[in-house]
């Protein structure tokens, strides 16, 4: 790997008294957050959040199934062992490199029911009412998961339908052993479960409100039943019959407006990935109705002409860089991005080389723009109008990049009573009103506005990388507005500093996202020189948040495969 830093003296920001000061730490770090090794097989690999997900996966693989086939067993088995992200009531998206090389992608993104408006979650004075698109019935959009995953099946699966719902209502009629992170993330949201569903809260809180403990046994019979109704009708088995008569009645007796009209209307959509160069690669990701692609390419291409290879990882003038361009993509982002089936989103002229070049006039190495003078750029002839991401390659080198959503942990915190899952929160996902920040800080504007039947903009970035032609990376991460940072970073660990997989997941991030105009970073991040030179240029940096929890696979040279899962979680990857 070259120029990948190492220092025994760190320095460290630390927030003083409005003032951040730089001193150092005499702690023996260096670019990583952890050694944590990559998984190493011939055959396939599944990179999940969960060892359970991915066994269930590799299974899949081992009997003959292919990448789509593994990733609807692992979607479901997710939604079962990991229930903080996994979902049946939450959305997402999937970018697909069949065998020979063929993209496509499908979005199933939640969608705002038909009962939703603009304002809805203003009071009469026209002000944001805290915490009603975020918490409780009102905050579900109408979710896109198991049409998601039928579709994935009918258009790319091999084996039966059942035979890959299976393992999931083993494990939740059986159960699955909890880990350590499963118990605490229960334990932590046991107040919310009951003041949104009662003293009695069905399966995530223990009727004699006492802890969780790792290594305990966790069943789910509810869901285990709704996940044979899948299994027994597919899409119909969640969208009609039973499941949506529960559904309903839940959304109804909490004020919600999830109707059995949006379930039946509902439909996961195959769209057209968005593939550009970045040198003798090709990068495949995700369109509207998410950001990530997009502006994943935007950074990809703002980066490409600076020798970032030479100025070395995490470097100050390579940071300052990847900074500057974050700024720029991420008031694109608020500017521009929204559902496309209802906003024109200018999506080639966002990627253009001449659109770009125009964004970099406003760059000045010597010190940090500002955000408060940096917007939106002008494109011609337009008007401005708790997430888990998995990766699978099969045998024959077939590649599943999978990133799905309740949006915050467990969602809104609503669980449908009889059918044993959470409902989503992604309704924050969208623009409450311009201006105003959503739970990950993010603003947005008139082409992200509520309007019945519109999927929010999301940040997911599932994303595959060719290189020269072949399957080298698949890659992808949770983490709200931080996932098309966390994926550019890890991109370019990869391809432009040497890092092996693993390496590149482990090493440290930061992120910039226009509003609010600061760098955050892991802590260590940067080295003394580092971070001299950017304190110097005027960016604020805030350290402490961990960024990113990445499940990617690397293809080798030699064919070999190499899984990497993030080290800040449980995230593990099983192979054969
Ligand atoms: O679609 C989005 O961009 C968000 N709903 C993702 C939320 C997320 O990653 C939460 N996980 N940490």
Known sequence: MAACKTSKQTPQI???????????????????????AGVFNEHG??????????????????????????????????????????NLGGGGFAVIRDADGTPSSLDFRE???????????????????????TRGHLASGVPGAVDGMVQLHQEKGTMSWKSLLQPAIDLAEKGVVLTEGQARGMNRYRDTFREINGEDTPYYVKADGSDFETGEVFIQKDLAESLKRIQKEGADGFYKGKTADLLVKEMESGGGIISHEDLEKYDAVWREPIVKDYKNYNIISMPPPSSGGVALLQLMKLTEPYPIDEWGFNSGKTAQVMIEAERRVYADRSKWLGDADFVKVPVKELMSQPYLQERWASFDPSKASLSSEIDGGDVPYYESDQTTH???????????????????AFGSKVVVDGGGFFMNNEMDDFSVKPGVPNMFGLIGNKANEIQPGKRMLSSMT??????????????GTPGGSTIITSVYQTLLNVLEHGMSMQQAVNAR??????????????????????????????????????????????????????????PRGENTSVGY
């Open 509 to 566: 991030k930061f992120h910039h996202q226009w509003l609010p105009d600061k760098t955050y970073t892991e802590e260590s991040t940067f080295d003394t020189e580092a971070l001299q030179y950017l304190l110097s240029a005027g960016y604020e940096i805030e350290i402490g948040r961990r960024l990113g929890r990445m499940d990617c696979i690397m293809v080798h040279p030699n064919g070999t495969l190499e899984g990497a899962s993030d």
């Open 462 to 475: 599932p994303t595959i990388v060719e290189k020269d032609g072949e399957l080298f990376v698949v890659a």
């Open 111 to 133: 969608k705002a029911p038909l009962k939703a408006h603009r304002d809805m979650y203003l009071d009469e004075n026209g002000d944001v009412i805290k915490g009603l698109s």
């Open 14 to 36: 630390k927030k003083g008294d409005g003032l951040f000061q730089l001193f150092v730490e005499d702690e023996n770090q260096d670019a990583f957050v952890s050694d944590k």
């Open 390 to 408: 998995f990766s699978v390659v099969d045998k024959n080198k077939m590649a599943v990049s999978i990133t799905t959503t309740l949006n915050g």
């Open 45 to 86: 690999m599944v990179a999940s959040a969960h060892e359970e997900a991915s066994k269930v996966g590799v299974e899949i693989l081992k009997k003959g199934g292919n990448a789509a086939d593994a990733s609807v067993a692992t979607f479901f088995a997710l939604a079962v062992v990991h229930p903080f992200a996994g």
